[in-house]
T-cell receptor, first 112, second 109 residues
Framework: DGGITQSPKYLFRKEGQNVTLSCEQN?????MYWYRQDPGQGLRLIYYSQIVNDFQKGDIAEGYSVSREKKESFPLTVTSAQKNPTAFYLC???????????FGPGTRLTVL | GENVEQHPSTLSVQEGDSAVIKCTYSDSASNYFPWYKQELGKGPQLIIDIRSNVGEKKDQRIAVTLNKTAKHFSLHITETQPEDSAVYFCAAISNMLTFGGGTRLMVKP
């Protein structure tokens, strides 16, 4: 059953702690993406990766970091440098940058 | 880079009426235009798409139209139902996918 998964669905962390969000896909897609969505707002690109061991900053990369050691996995770390980390985080993948993206179910991060 | 504008930001219709969401794009090289539907608390799902060599595409109650000269494209939903209530995003691809700001559609029973 192919798809893109994110875990956990809900995540709570104390202020000042780093937290890593998981994203896995078994669609054999080369490209993967991370978006942030605030209530009632659109999608803002954090980071994207065209291929393994390569990634690029999106529009709001400050306070976030990523890695792409495996084709299937693109974890996002929200660091303590991110001033307002509470948000809904969406991971997506696509065959390449020029095709439609498939989204995961999202992780809602709340920093207390 | 590409810039995609989407209107309206909110749209309320009566069940059974039609709904139209419009988007404009800036990069004339854009050649692929997907539309996504996002239900509350979930990730966006692709519902229909159109490529630049086609002017219109229809899938049951939803249709998309594309005007390359004017650089705008639209989503049309006919006979709206309460389950159509969601946020809809348009997008355009030139060097990569760029999303519009989203439209919250509310269908009143």
């Amino acid at each position: 059953d192919g798809g893109i998964t994110q875990s956990p669905k809900y995540l709570f962390r104390k202020e000042g702690q780093n937290v890593t969000l998981s994203c896995e896909q078994n669609l054999n897609h080369d490209a993967m993406y991370w978006y942030r969505q605030d209530p009632g707002q659109g999608l803002r690109l954090i980071y994207y990766s065209q291929i393994v061991n390569d990634f690029q900053k999106g529009d709001i990369a400050e306070g976030y970091s990523v890695s792409r050691e495996k084709k299937e996995s693109f974890p996002l770390t929200v660091t303590s440098a991110q001033k307002n980390p509470t948000a809904f985080y969406l991971c997506a993948s696509s065959i390449d940058l020029l095709n439609e993206q498939f989204f995961g179910p999202g992780t809602r991060l709340t920093v207390l | 880079g590409e810039n995609v504008e989407q209107h309206p930001s909110t749209l309320s219709v009566q069940e059974g009426d039609s709904a139209v969401i419009k988007c404009t794009y800036s990069d004339s090289a854009s050649n692929y235009f997907p539309w996504y539907k996002q239900e509350l608390g979930k990730g966006p799902q692709l519902i229909i798409d159109i490529r630049s060599n086609v002017g219109e595409k229809k899938d049951q109650r939803i249709a998309v139209t594309l005007n390359k000269t004017a650089k705008h494209f639209s989503l049309h939903i006919t006979e709206t139902q309460p389950e159509d209530s969601a946020v809809y995003f348009c997008a355009a691809i030139s060097n990569m996918l760029t999303f519009g700001g989203g439209t919250r559609l509310m269908v009143k029973p």
